[in-house]
T-cell receptor, first 120, second 115 residues
Framework: ETGVTQSPTHLIKTRGQQVTLRCSSQSGHNTVSWYQQALGQGPQFIFQYYREEENGRGNFPPRFSGLQFPNYSSELNVNALELDDSALYLC???????????????????FGPGTRLTVL | GESVGLHLPTLSVQEGDNSIINCAYSNSASDYFIWYKQESGKGPQFIIDIRSNMDKRQGQRVTVLLNKTVKHLSLQIAATQPGDSAVYFCAENIPRKAAGNKLTFGGGTRVLVKP
């Protein structure tokens, strides 16, 4: 287990609805990234939050938005859901700069188990 | 459980044999590369990474080779075990001015270990 938790585990919505997914990062991790993984494909970067601010975004429309809270937990919000939004949504956190333990990699991100979103 | 890779290329390997998984990347500016393992119903798990100024790095039972000339990355797993059955993804990081990692993942390879 990575210590990164996500909720809910599964969710079913209909087209046009809005959804909020949640992520609790591992203790001490101040950087959180969100990814979308369609069935049979690799994860695609949505955006990243560092100290409560978005500091990088992938090729996703503005209806994908997010938040990071002072305790470094995070939310992903998707408005006006489309059928193609059906996917596994993954949250990943990374250790604070300079605090990676001996033997760990600066580049290591810890992924949660994901939320499976189905849009009907 | 979660079905991660319905239509992924599949590598079948006998238990105890070595596995080699290949990956082609696209951006010559990528500064490091990571291999992830994803089991059904779980998120990707970090295996090993390598910086672009290296051509080989070894971990426990795993070796990553990087060939920047042809933009090719491989993961070698020694003495493959049933627990190695999973989908494996390579990912590349393109450096950005702001802090943090934005990873671009490849399409993945399913490894099936036969007893």
């Amino acid at each position: 287990e990575t210590g990164v938790t996500q909720s809910p585990t599964h969710l079913i919505k209909t087209r046009g609805q809005q959804v909020t997914l949640r992520c609790s990062s591992q203790s001490g991790h101040n950087t959180v990234s969100w990814y979308q993984q369609a069935l049979g494909q690799g994860p695609q970067f949505i955006f990243q939050y560092y100290r409560e601010e978005e500091n990088g975004r992938g090729n996703f429309p503005p209806r994908f938005s997010g938040l990071q809270f002072p305790n470094y937990s995070s939310e992903l919000n998707v408005n006006a859901l489309e059928l193609d939004d059906s996917a596994l949504y993954l949250c990943a956190s990374r250790p604070n700069l300079g605090l990676a333990g001996e033997g760990s990699s600066y580049n290591e991100q810890f992924f949660g188990p994901g939320t499976r979103l189905t849009v009907l | 459980g979660e079905s991660v890779g319905l239509h992924l290329p599949t590598l079948s390997v006998q238990e105890g044999d070595n596995s080699i998984i290949n990956c082609a990347y696209s951006n010559s500016a990528s500064d490091y590369f990571i291999w992830y393992k994803q089991e059904s119903g779980k998120g990707p798990q970090f295996i090993i990474d390598i910086r672009s100024n290296m051509d080989k790095r070894q971990g426990q039972r795993v070796t990553v080779l990087l060939n920047k000339t042809v933009k090719h990355l491989s993961l070698q797993i020694a003495a493959t075990q049933p627990g190695d059955s999973a989908v494996y993804f390579c990912a590349e990081n393109i450096p950005r001015k702001a802090a943090g990692n934005k990873l671009t993942f490849g399409g993945g390879t399913r490894v099936l270990v036969k007893p």
